[in-house]
């Protein structure tokens, strides 16, 4: 017992930032079951509190030498703590956009607060997971809350819907995630410590048989279903088209942050003997999901929908920082996840600001909302047109270091493919844009006609406003202090364990 409480302090630091969100989470239902009439403000203040707490130790923690904890199964590096970071930050910005929709539609408080706050402590643990064990345990304990949340609007029929959808499709990729497991399990003589696999593997000599291939097929299988890779997106439209608007906004960033994180460290350490086949394999991925994301979103008349498959081939771009696999890339790489918090994010502030005022999700019903509403109007515009990558925005210069960097690693294909989709994707982000700044043969759109602005000022005090104005000035402004970030972020991640010689 004394050893298990002096393993405890001596790596407590370690899962500080996690220890505060479980603590506050338990406060919040505790408060949930001892007061029934209670005050709805004092649980927003509780969570957001708690996860800024959880940002400036992480903060404080970026540049700090590799520790493997807990008898292997967690491992804390620079890496772990910049992706637990965006994850945390991301929590910080959804809670607000989701205030004045939960008032809206009258749902329970602490339940969607709870789940927030448990899906930001499984992506956190997620990041810096060494065993297969605590690798499965956190990715469920992210999937069950997100599942959840998807079915939060529980007399919204495309709700549960949605839920039922993610539950089975989730359902079926951590099965064939765990199997994939198993057979590395059981090659590497028993082991579940990622680096004792490799050793066991190497030491058996069975790191280039086909056993260690067939795992490998069914954690990439795995690994794509969670990150919406074609040809494993069937459920992403769906569910972000029935799933509540800011339960969408939180998964769309927050599940890619957690998968690409997890990827990259078992790409690295499990298969380090085989880069060549994994790096063939996702490069297949990453075109199948440029191409397809944005030929599709041209289609399409939901913004939620739009949406769905333009976050499908974001995450093809994103996957050309990981396919180099150096220090540059994976800079490359952390930065357009960082702006694409903001780009993503911003975009669904607008859609949920919007809805929120009009009850309406298709694209046509944007027509001539400039008459309205321009400070949403140029909001969305910049948020798409960096989406877009359209300079000088943000979205252009995290675009140009990714491509930038996968030309110089001799990816020639791989870049001009997301060269050419990069230029489809503004097709229809410009279409949307058109749609907002015109009027269509000088009529005004009923839905824009009842369009109602509680708070025309930049000082809103809509929460919804807020972040929609911060995010559409990082969309806008980052891009002007990427050295910098690039900098920061590069000696970062040089302490991490994967370029530690």
Request: one cysteine or more; hydrophobic letters at 50%.
């Amino acid at each position: 017992m004394k050893l298990e409480l002096d393993m405890f302090f001596l790596y407590g630091s370690t899962i500080l930032p996690e220890c505060i969100l479980i603590f506050s989470l338990l406060i919040i239902l505790i408060i949930d079951l001892t007061f029934p009439k209670k005050d709805t403000i004092w649980l927003y203040f509780i969570s957001l509190t708690s996860l800024l707490i959880s940002i400036i130790i992480l903060l404080f923690q970026y540049k700090t030498d590799p520790i493997i904890s807990f008898l292997g199964s967690f491992q804390t590096d620079s890496f772990s703590r910049i992706f637990q970071s965006f994850i945390v930050f991301c929590s910080i910005l959804c809670i607000p956009l989701s205030i004045e929709y939960i008032k809206c539609t009258k749902m329970a408080i602490p339940e969607f607060l709870i789940f927030i706050l448990t899906a930001t402590v499984g992506g956190m643990f997620l990041c810096g997971a060494n065993d297969l064990v605590t690798i499965f345990v956190s990715l469920e304990c992210l999937s069950l809350c997100s599942y959840l949340l998807c079915g939060y609007t529980k007399r919204d029929i495309r709700s549960n819907e949605a839920a039922m959808k993610y539950l089975l499709i989730g359902g079926t990729s951590s099965s064939i995630l765990a199997y994939g497991f198993s057979w590395l399990y059981g090659l590497s003589g028993g082991e579940t410590n990622i680096q004792k696999i490799t050793n066991g593997l190497l030491n058996a000599e069975m790191y280039n048989s086909s056993a260690t291939f067939i795992a490998f097929i069914c954690i990439l299988v795995g690994l794509a279903f969670k990150l919406s890779l074609v040809p494993f997106h069937q459920w992403t439209p769906d569910i972000y088209e029935g799933s509540p608007t800011p339960v969408v906004a939180f998964l769309s960033v927050t599940s890619k942050i957690a998968g690409l994180a997890l990827a990259t460290r078992i790409l690295n350490i499990l298969f380090v003997f085989s880069p060549n086949e994994w790096k063939i394999f996702l490069e297949i991925l990453a075109i199948l999901s440029m191409i397809l994301g944005n030929l599709v979103a041209i289609t399409q008349t939901s913004m939620k929908r739009m949406l769905a498959y333009s976050s499908i081939s974001q995450i093809g771009y994103i996957l050309i920082g990981l396919i180099t696999s150096d220090l540059k890339g994976y800079t490359s790489m952390t930065i357009y996840v960082f702006f694409y918090i903001f780009m993503n994010l911003g975009t669904f502030a607008c859609i949920i600001l919007y809805s929120l005022r009009t009850g309406t999700d298709n694209i046509r019903d944007y027509a001539g909302l400039y008459v309205k509403d321009p400070l949403l109007s140029f909001s969305l515009t910049l948020c798409l047109l960096s989406l877009g990558g359209l300079p000088p925005l943000t979205g252009f210069f995290g675009k140009v270091y990714l491509f930038w960097c996968g030309w110089q690693s001799g990816f020639y294909l791989l870049v001009f493919i997301a060269l050419i989709t990069s230029v489809i994707s503004l097709y229809y982000y410009l279409k949307i844009i058109k749609l907002i700044l015109t009027k269509k043969n000088n009529e005004i759109n009923p839905y824009i006609q009842a369009y109602i602005i509680t708070s025309p000022t930049f000082f809103s005090k809509n929460p919804v406003e807020f972040v929609m104005i911060f995010c559409a000035l990082g969309s806008t402004f980052l891009g002007v202090i990427i050295n910098p970030i690039f900098s920061f972020f590069q000696d970062s991640l040089s302490l991490s364990v994967f370029f530690i010689k």
